[in-house]
């Protein structure tokens, strides 16, 4: 099976089981050094292979999280959810842009097994605890950014990586904080393996991304910011966690930007 036929196949496969080996034939699988000779026809997804649960609702429609018991699994839940959908971003981003360098698609197939293992870390962690993934409704936004990128390459390197990733770096030592309080020292060890893996997971994003610009002789901050404006409409929102964004090879040019947009209208 091609490389491309492989993500494919792992992308749109619903059963959970099944879709880890499927990431886990890609890890071992040889990436051709022609890579033309493995495209495939490319479709539009707007829904990835997932199981029948949890059921999917809009952003206000999600469960509240609050410090209660509950409130915590229920944040936990929605942490699985996250890893979940970065899984089959992964996978599309490896399928579905066939005109990349060898090493894009070995440093995608490396974020689908590290996303797997958050995943299953976190869905192990639920059930020691007497609940399943799926238990409680979540929300899609991940992925519908995956779905409104899908038309270059470009544009979802520098929308889902660098705006919806970079923003777990933002939040998680809140989160951890929480959970910390809370006693729950095993999720802060999990959310401590996830935060060093997805510092890797942004640079990653940000190599393709300035490498894309500098292939297209696009300004990198101009061009981030007409993707904002089109994709989200207004700036992104602080405040943002600039040691580990340096970490990810922001520049400080970008980060400049992040905490002042209205200076590149100037």
């Known amino acids: 099976m091609s490389l491309f036929k492989l993500a494919y196949e792992a992308l749109v496969c619903n ?9 886990g034939d890609l890890k071992k699988h040889q990436i051709p050094l022609d890579i033309k000779k493995s495209k495939i026809n490319v479709i539009k997804i707007p829904s990835p292979g997932r199981p029948l649960k949890p059921n999917l609702v809009d952003f206000k429609g999600a469960p509240k ?5 509950l409130g915590m699994i229920k944040n936990i839940h929605a942490i699985c959810h996250i ?7 992964a996978l599309d981003a490896i399928y579905r842009f066939q005109e990349m360098p060898h090493q894009y ?25 007497g609940y399943s993934y799926g238990d ?36 998680t030592p809140r989160i951890r904080k929480k959970f910390k309080d809370a006693n729950l020292h095993k999720m802060v060890e999990i959310l401590d393996i996830i935060f060093k893996d997805e510092i890797g997971h942004v640079k990653i994003g940000n190599y ?3 490498y894309l ?5 696009l300004d990198p901050i ?12 207004s700036n992104l929102r602080g405040p943002f966690n600039i040691e580990a964004r340096l970490l990810s090879n922001f520049s400080q040019n970008e980060l400049d930007y992040l905490e002042h947009p209205e200076l590149l209208e100037n």
């Not at 610009?213 to 002789?217: E, I, L, N, Q, V």
């Not at 101009?222 to 404006?229: A, G, H, N, Q, V």
């Open 65 to 69: 999280r609050d410090r209660s018991d």
């Open 105 to 129: 698609y070995a440093d995608w197939i490396r974020v689908a097994n590290e996303e797997t293992t958050h995943f299953l870390l976190i869905k192990d962690f639920l059930e020691s605890v």
């Open 83 to 89: 890893e979940f959908n970065s899984i089959n971003l």
């Open 15 to 23: 059963n959970v089981e099944n879709k880890i080996l499927l990431i």
């Open 136 to 171: 409680f409704d979540a929300h899609n936004g991940l992925w519908q950014m995956t779905v409104d990128t899908d038309y270059d390459v470009l544009s979802r390197m520098a929308l889902v990586p660098r705006v919806l990733e970079a923003r777990g770096l933002d939040v």
């Open 222 to 233: 101009k061009t981030f910011d007409l993707l904002i404006k089109k994709h989200i409409g």
């Open 208 to 210: 393709w991304y300035q």
């Open 213 to 217: 610009c500098h292939k297209r002789d």
